[in-house]
């Protein structure tokens, strides 16, 4: 057997479950660690309270606040973990309930993957609609659709295509692609860790096999050198490489200015090095007089960086107290850098409801997206997110009230 | 890069945001292995310059003798700030009654010494060593996780955080907490210190000592607990999972000697790491939630 502080070559899967109330998330995430031995003895008998015959509540185990036990129902986004042979998994176990949205937006960003849950029994509902919206927003790159609670539909087969037909539409609509089908119940486990034996005619992988080869984002080396300055102190400057790769000796630009500056030396990992890649944290100094500050980003020379004050994204607005005023000024922050700015055009509203249409005479509140134009006091470094992603995102924040009321993806 | 890497990258960039959002940040500090290991990652992230914030102690007094050593230990040899702020002065100062019983746990009491202490200060983010899977409230909280004047956490209304963006904009009595080490599990930070060769006080190897049994519990003997004539009073070969005050930690029987010990005996437990060691956990289903609501880290 292998030895657990032998295997460190384990990479790290992020991924979210989302869908509606009661479609069964909390049940699948618990149904994924005790299948695969990761949840301890104490936490175990903790969550067999409330349960009169001695079984695991299984859904228990994620929700993690007071209010959540009493009520039932997830209110916050929730961390997990857990490892097998193959990887260590980030688990987010999301809200369902269409007034935390927001939450789910957050538990979202960033993550390799998404499950989104369909109550067999009940089929595509409005809260579908809204998390494959949040996925087509996010651009999450892995999505899995579970069917769940096949137990309750006699693991009919038809019940299963059924609903894979009617997803199918959806996807299409939204744009979504790299869908995975799994036909599953939750609460038996029937194909979340092991094959189904209700369930002979699915013939694709279970949950666990899915996540356990599914690709995770890695940052692209090959692509064009960005590095996100975080902070800068006597001269040295602290950032991340997010894309392509520098060397010593080499020319930097800083924002697409059309000023360069020489790399002089790089640290990374308490030593001076050569050579940095993306993915890489690194402390940088330039043979420059330049002044390069907290936001900036470095490219190499001649970059196609965009560097502008007026630009279009999309909008997700997150902020319950208030809607979004145009022309107000708030504060954009894209990859580091923070300015003043002002939304001052609705271009298009995406609302979701039964179907999913579009209009725009309306005003956009919490868990609604839009596409809005958008220019800025100073000009801001920015990339195409479909490009490069961790220059290409940003959030918009009040300045009345310091709250993050906003996500922008700007493609 | 491997889940070690991806999780100290993680940790690192978190710690330059800090530094380059805020005035006055600080690194509570106690000698256990989580805040050694923020410490490791700090001086990491800012190399060749040193770390720019002090680090904290909120002392409780009831302290293990090797944690303290230890603690000095580390500040002389990187030459960091630290700061030192005892619970005792609290309790003198607020005229705050002294917890009794069997295990008179001055756990609860340190919010009190830590509120007190970012005012005086004036900290405006204050970096701690909370992980995710340590704890179920803790499981639920942001990387910035914006306290109120009162230092109270308000877990119904927390900021959305998205992607790495973190927004660390605060109004004046407001304090942020920072959490860079919140996607680690216990065995990723064994493994880590494995890698990177980090020094541990040495509690967390087995070791002789004299324990109290109670409730299926090893404390060990000290003048901050009281003893009955009742005891169970063992010496046996134990070590710590993790390092709080004395009188709310237990230890467990082990021989784990060598961190690859540590790492095969922690991969085999039955038993969650605030599970089969803390008390105060114990006391009720939310003992945490509320001790997070009142301002504990
Ligand atoms: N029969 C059956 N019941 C299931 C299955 N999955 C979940 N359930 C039940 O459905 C109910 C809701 O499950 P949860 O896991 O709490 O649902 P959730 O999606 O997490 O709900 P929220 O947290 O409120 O968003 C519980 O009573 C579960 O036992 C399944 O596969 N089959």
């Given at each position: 057997m292998q030895r657990l502080y032998e295997k460190i070559a384990m990479d790290i899967l992020r991924f979210i479950t989302a869908g509606s109330i009661d479609d069964g998330k909390s049940t699948l995430i618990g149904r994924l660690l005790l299948d695969t031995g990761n949840i301890k003895n104490d936490i175990l008998e903790s969550v067999k309270a409330g349960k009169e015959n001695g079984d695991v509540n299984l859904a228990f185990i994620t929700d993690g606040l007071r209010?959540?036990?009493?009520?039932?129902?997830?209110?916050?986004?929730?961390?997990?973990?857990?490892?097998?042979?193959?990887?260590?998994?980030?688990?987010?176990?999301?809200?369902?309930?269409?007034?935390?949205?927001?939450?789910?937006?957050?538990?979202?960003?960033?993550?390799?993957?998404?499950?989104?849950?369909?109550?067999?029994?009940?089929?595509?509902?409005?809260?579908?609609?809204?998390?494959?919206?949040?996925?087509?927003?996010?651009?999450?790159?892995?999505?899995?659709?579970?069917?769940?609670?096949?137990?309750?539909?006699?693991?009919?087969?038809?019940?299963?295509?059924?609903?894979?037909?009617?997803?199918?539409?959806?996807?299409?609509?939204?744009?979504?692609?790299?869908?995975?089908?799994?036909?599953?119940?939750?609460?038996?486990?029937?194909?979340?860790?092991?094959?189904?034996?209700?369930?002979?005619?699915?013939?694709?992988?279970?949950?666990?096999?899915?996540?356990?080869?599914?690709?995770?984002?890695?940052?692209?080396?090959?692509?064009?050198?960005?590095?996100?300055?975080?902070?800068?102190?006597?001269?040295?400057?602290?950032?991340?490489?997010?894309?392509?790769?520098?060397?010593?000796?080499?020319?930097?630009?800083?924002?697409?200015?059309?000023?360069?500056?020489?790399?002089?030396?790089?640290?990374?990992?308490?030593?001076?090095?050569?050579?940095?890649?993306?993915?890489?944290?690194?402390?940088?100094?330039?043979?420059?007089d330049q002044p390069v500050n907290r936001g900036d980003i470095l490219t190499n020379v001649n970059d196609n960086l965009q560097y502008t004050n007026e630009f279009e994204a999309d909008l997700c607005w997150l902020d319950e107290a208030s809607e979004l005023e145009l022309n107000k000024d708030y504060k954009i922050r894209i990859a580091s850098a923070e300015v003043t700015g002002q939304i001052n055009e609705i271009i298009s509203k995406t609302v979701v409801d039964s179907s999913i249409n579009y209009d725009s005479n309306e005003p956009i509140s919490v868990n609604e997206f839009a596409r809005v134009s958008i220019r800025t006091n100073n000009k801001v470094a920015f990339d195409n997110f479909n490009q490069i992603k961790e220059t290409g995102r940003g959030i918009l924040i009040d300045r009345d009230t310091n709250n993050t009321s906003g996500a922008l993806i700007l493609r | 890069?491997?889940?070690?890497?991806?999780?100290?990258?993680?940790?690192?960039?978190?710690?330059?945001?800090?530094?380059?959002?805020?005035?006055?940040?600080?690194?509570?500090?106690?000698?256990?292995?989580?805040?050694?290991?923020?410490?490791?990652?700090?001086?990491?992230?800012?190399?060749?310059?040193?770390?720019?914030?002090?680090?904290?102690?909120?002392?409780?007094?009831?302290?293990?003798?090797?944690?303290?050593?230890?603690?000095?230990?580390?500040?002389?040899?990187?030459?960091?700030?630290?700061?030192?702020?005892?619970?005792?002065?609290?309790?003198?100062?607020?005229?705050?009654?002294?917890?009794?019983?069997?295990?008179?746990?001055?756990?609860?009491?340190?919010?009190?010494?830590?509120?007190?202490?970012?005012?005086?200060?004036?900290?405006?983010?204050?970096?701690?060593?909370?992980?995710?899977?340590?704890?179920?409230?803790?499981?639920?909280?942001?990387?910035?996780?914006?306290?109120?004047?009162?230092?109270?956490?308000?877990?119904?209304?927390?900021?959305?955080?998205?992607?790495?963006?973190?927004?660390g904009q605060i109004h004046a009595d407001e304090q942020i907490r920072v959490f860079p080490i919140s996607n680690w599990s216990e065995l990723d930070v064994w493994q880590y210190i494995k890698q990177e060769k980090i020094e541990l006080p040495s509690l967390y190897f087995a070791h002789e000592r004299q324990c109290i049994q109670f409730n299926k519990r090893l404390v060990a003997m000290s003048e901050y607990i009281m003893q009955d004539a009742a005891d169970v009073i063992i010496t046996t070969s134990v070590r710590y999972r993790t390092v709080g005050d004395m009188t709310c930690t237990a230890a467990v029987e082990s021989t784990a000697r060598t961190i690859d010990e540590v790492i095969d005996e922690i991969s085999a437990s039955m038993l969650s790491e605030r599970g089969e060691t803390r008390m105060d956990d114990q006391i009720s289903d939310a003992g945490m939630e509320d001790r997070k609501l009142k301002g504990y880290f």
């Open positions: 209010a959540e036990r009493l009520a039932g129902i997830t209110i916050d986004v929730a961390y997990k973990y857990f490892t097998t042979h193959q990887r260590k998994f980030i688990i987010t176990d999301a809200p369902g309930h269409f007034h935390y949205t927001k939450n789910l937006v957050t538990g979202a960003s960033g993550v390799d993957a998404m499950i989104i849950l369909i109550d067999a029994t009940i089929g595509i509902s409005m809260q579908t609609l809204i998390h494959s919206m949040v996925a087509s927003f996010l651009g999450i790159p892995n999505l899995v659709v579970a069917i769940n609670k096949m137990d309750l539909a006699g693991y009919d087969e038809a019940v299963y295509s059924l609903l894979k037909t009617e997803y199918n539409q959806i996807a299409e609509q939204l744009k979504l692609d790299n869908i995975t089908y799994i036909p599953m119940s939750a609460l038996e486990g029937d194909n979340v860790t092991s094959p189904s034996v209700n369930m002979t005619w699915y013939k694709g992988d279970n949950l666990l096999q899915y996540l356990e080869e599914c690709k995770t984002s890695e940052l692209g080396e090959n692509g064009n050198l960005r590095i996100i300055v975080q902070y800068v102190a006597n001269g040295f400057i602290y950032g991340r490489v997010v894309s392509g790769m520098l060397q010593t000796g080499s020319h930097v630009n800083i924002n697409g200015s059309g000023i360069n500056a020489a790399v002089k030396t790089i640290f990374h990992n308490y030593i001076e090095v050569n050579e940095a890649t993306a993915g890489h944290d690194i402390c940088l100094v330039l043979e420059t | 890069m491997n889940h070690l890497d991806v999780l100290e990258s993680e940790a690192v960039y978190i710690l330059r945001e800090v530094a380059g959002q805020f005035k006055n940040p600080v690194l509570l500090f106690s000698g256990g292995k989580d805040s050694t290991l923020l410490i490791h990652l700090a001086l990491k992230a800012f190399y060749p310059l040193p770390m720019p914030f002090s680090v904290m102690h909120i002392d409780t007094g009831h302290n293990f003798e090797e944690a303290l050593s230890f603690r000095d230990s580390l500040v002389k040899q990187h030459n960091l700030q630290l700061v030192v702020r005892k619970v005792e002065d609290t309790i003198k100062l607020k005229n705050l009654e002294e917890p009794g019983g069997k295990f008179p746990s001055r756990n609860a009491l340190q919010s009190y010494t830590l509120l007190d202490a970012i005012s005086e200060f004036q900290y405006d983010a204050i970096i701690g060593g909370g992980r995710r899977d340590e704890e179920k409230a803790r499981a639920k909280e942001r990387i910035f996780s914006v306290r109120d004047a009162s230092g109270a956490w308000l877990p119904h209304n927390q900021r959305p955080e998205l992607w790495d963006l973190y927004n």
